[in-house]
DNA sequence: CTGTTAGCGCCTTCAC
DNA sequence: GTGAAGGCGCTAACAG
C-alpha cells in the first residue's frame, strides 16, 4: 500500500493517452480529440476527459505525434552557420539570434510549438544536404529563413520540392513561401533624409555584402534621398563594404582621402558604423560636429559606444514572431495568409548625428 | 524513364530504413545496426549498408528513434524566463544565451544530438510542473540547468525522480547531476588582489542576488582577499545589490556618502559594474584615476564601455560544451564521468582598473 | 458523436 | 552474424 502510494506520489512516469482513456473512461480516440480541439465530443465528455488530463498531468509525446499524425510541432530556425558562430566568439554583442529567439520562441510557445535553432553553410557545397538532414531528422511543419538563406535559390527550392512551408525573413523577393521584411528601401531612405535635414551634403554610404539582397535596396533607398534633394549621384560617396568592421573601416579610410570627405556616413550595418567611429576618432574628427554616423543595425554596442549611434532599429523579434506565426497558421490549414510583410523600422536618433547635452 | 529520374533527382521524398534494407539488400535490422554502430555486422555488410544510406540520402527520423528505442538524441536546456526574457527586449547585451548556444549547440551537434533551449519560471508556483511537461513531450535525454535553476531543487529533486540526468551549470553545490562551474570564490578573490596589488585598500563589493549560490561565493573570495592583506572586514564596504543597474547605482551611492569611500569596485556583475560607472561618472570621478571598477561580467557592453571595463570572463560557452558532452556520454553508458568539474575563468585587464594609453 | 482498426519509422527481444 | 516479430504513443481513416 506504501508502496504503491509512493509509486503514485512520485515520478507519475509516463502517462500516456492510454491511461486518460482508462481514467476518463472514453476510447483513445476521444482523448485524442479533446487533446487537439477536434469536433465531435460532446462538452460533458470534454470536460471529463480534461479533467483526467489535469489530474494526471498528461502531456502528450511530440515524439508519437509526430509518428501518428502528420504535425511534428516543430518549426525550424536556419540562420548562416559562419556568420553565426563568429559573432558569438568574438562577443561583438549583435544579438540578431536573442531578437530570433525572443520573437520566434515565444510565438511557437504560444501555440504549443518549439522553435529548433539551426546552423548551415550558404556557401558551402551541400547546403542541400545539410538541410535535407536537418528536415529528415526533424520533419519540421515549417521553416524560417534568414538572411541569406532567405534568397538561397538552393534552399527556397529544396523546401518547395518538399512542399514544406517556410517564411523568408529579410527578403522582399518574391516566390514561394511567406516574406517578412522591413522596407530597407525606405529605411535607407529616412535615414539619408535624417542627415539632408541636418544640413549634410555631401554623405558617404557604407554598402553590405552584395550577397545580400537588401544590401542593394538600402543603396538605392540613399540614392533616392539623395536625389530627392537634388544631389547628384557621386560613386566617390559610396563605399562598398562586406558588413566586416575591417571592409567599414577600408571605406572610411577612403572617403577621407577624397578632396571633400562625406561630412555624415550611413553604414548598412553596426560593425560598419563603429569601425567609421574609430577611423573619425583617429583622424581627430568630432562626432558628431565633425562627422555623423547612422548604423543599420540597432545591436547593443552602438547603444553604448561614445557618442551613441543613431541607428535604424529593425524588427527582428517581429519578424521572426510574424514568421513563426504564419507557418503555424499555415500548417492549421489557414489559407488568406498575406504572401508578403513588411513590418515597420524606426530610427532611433543618438549622439552620433545630433549633439546631446548629456 | 524520364519521370524516374526526375522523381529519384528531387525530393526523395522520404527515405525510410526499409528503403535503405532493400536498397543494400539487407534486414531492417542489419540497417539499424549498422546506424548505431551496432556490433555483429561484417564489414562487408557495414560498407554496403552505407553505401546504400550515402546514396538514398537516408537520415534516421528523430521521432522514430525515440518511439522505438531509448533515446531522444535532444537535450534540454532550461534558462530562466523572467530574466532571460527582460535580457533579450532591453537589448542590454547580455550575451549568456548566445555563449550557451555556442557551447552546448556545437557539441550536441558533433554528436547528432540537438539542444533544445527553454524558459521556466524558477518562482513560479508551478516550476515542476512547467518542467515536467516540457519533458514529457520532449523525453530528453539529458538536462542542463542554468542559474539560479541549478540550484533549485524543485527542479534537481524531480530530475533525480524522473532519473533523468543532468548538468548543473554554475553551481558548486554537491548532490545528483553534474555540477559545472567556474570558481567563483577563487574569481572573486583574484579580482580583488588585482586592485590590492595596485595599491587599492578601501575596496568595495558589490553582491548579486543572494537567490544565486555564486553570490555567496564571490563574497567570500572578496573577503578572503582582503583578509590575505591584513585588512579588517568592513561591512560598510559591502553593497548588498540584485544584479539590476538600480540596485548597483543605489549600492555605489551609499559607498560614495561613507565617510572614507572606496576607491576601487567589484560588482558581481556587468550591469551593476555600468552603474558604478556611470555614478562615478556623475560624481565626477575618474576612472581608473579616482575610482577602479571590476565587472564579474565580460559581456559585449563592458568592452565597448568608456573605458571599458576590467572583467571576470566566466567560461559559458566552456561549461555548456562540457555539461553537453557529459550528458550525451552518460547516455552512452559511459559511467567514470567527473561529478563536478571547475572551468577556468581568466581576468581581462582594460581601462578601468589600469590606466592605458589609448 | 464515439469507438475500432491500421499503421507511422524505428528499436528491442528473440529466434535462426 | 543476421532476420522476424512485437510494440513505443499517437492519429487518420473508417465504422458504428
Redesign the pocket.
Known amino acids: 500500500m506504501v508502496k504503491l502510494e509512493q509509486a503514485a506520489s512520485t515520478a507519475a512516469r509516463?502517462v500516456?493517452?492510454?491511461h486518460v482513456a482508462a481514467e476518463a473512461g472514453?476510447?483513445?480516440?476521444?482523448?485524442?480529440?479533446v487533446?487537439?480541439n477536434g469536433p465531435?465530443?460532446?462538452p460533458?465528455?470534454?470536460e471529463r476527459v480534461n479533467a483526467a488530463v489535469a489530474r494526471l498531468g498528461?502531456v502528450?509525446?511530440l515524439a508519437?505525434?509526430r509518428?501518428?499524425?502528420?504535425?511534428s510541432y516543430l518549426l525550424l530556425a536556419l540562420n548562416d552557420r559562419d556568420r553565426t558562430i563568429e559573432g558569438w566568439r568574438s562577443g561583438e554583442g549583435t544579438d540578431w539570434v536573442d531578437q530570433m529567439l525572443l520573437g520566434g520562441m515565444l510565438k511557437c510557445a504560444e501555440a504549443g510549438y518549439r522553435m529548433i535553432f539551426e546552423l548551415v553553410d550558404t556557401h558551402s557545397a551541400h547546403v542541400e544536404r545539410e538541410v535535407k538532414a536537418a528536415i529528415a531528422a526533424l520533419h519540421p511543419d515549417g521553416v524560417i529563413l534568414t538572411p541569406p538563406h532567405s534568397d538561397n535559390p538552393l534552399i527556397t527550392g529544396l523546401l518547395v520540392d518538399l512542399g514544406l512551408p517556410f517564411a523568408r525573413i529579410g527578403s522582399t523577393a518574391t516566390g514561394a513561401g511567406f516574406s517578412i521584411a522591413m522596407d530597407d528601401y525606405a529605411a535607407a531612405e529616412t535615414a539619408t533624409n535624417h542627415l539632408l535635414d541636418l544640413g549634410h551634403r555631401r554623405i558617404g554610404f557604407i554598402s553590405g555584402s552584395p550577397e545580400y539582397v537588401l544590401s542593394g535596396a538600402r543603396l538605392q533607398g540613399y540614392r533616392a534621398a539623395m536625389a530627392g534633394r537634388g544631389l547628384p549621384d557621386d560613386a566617390d560617396l559610396v563605399g562598398h563594404g562586406d558588413f566586416t568592421f575591417a571592409s567599414g573601416e577600408a571605406a572610411m579610410e577612403t572617403f577621407c582621402r577624397l578632396a571633400h570627405p562625406p561630412t555624415a556616413i550611413v553604414a548598412s550595418n553596426d560593425q560598419m558604423a563603429l569601425a567609421a567611429l574609430r577611423v573619425a576618432g583617429r583622424r581627430g574628427l568630432a562626432v558628431p560636429h565633425d562627422l555623423a554616423i547612422i548604423s543599420f543595425d540597432d545591436t547593443p554596442i552602438v547603444r553604448f559606444s561614445n557618442p551613441p549611434l543613431t541607428a535604424v532599429v529593425q524588427p527582428i523579434a517581429a519578424m521572426a514572431s510574424a514568421a513563426a506565426d504564419l507557418l503555424i497558421r499555415a500548417k492549421s490549414g489557414q489559407d488568406d495568409l498575406p504572401q508578403a510583410s513588411t513590418l515597420p523600422f524606426q530610427l532611433a536618433v543618438r549622439g552620433s548625428t545630433v549633439a546631446t547635452s548629456d
Open positions: 509516463k500516456t493517452i492510454k472514453v476510447s483513445l480516440q476521444t482523448v485524442s480529440r487533446i487537439n465531435n465530443v460532446r460533458e465528455v470534454r498528461y502528450p509525446s508519437a505525434q509518428m501518428g499524425g502528420s504535425r
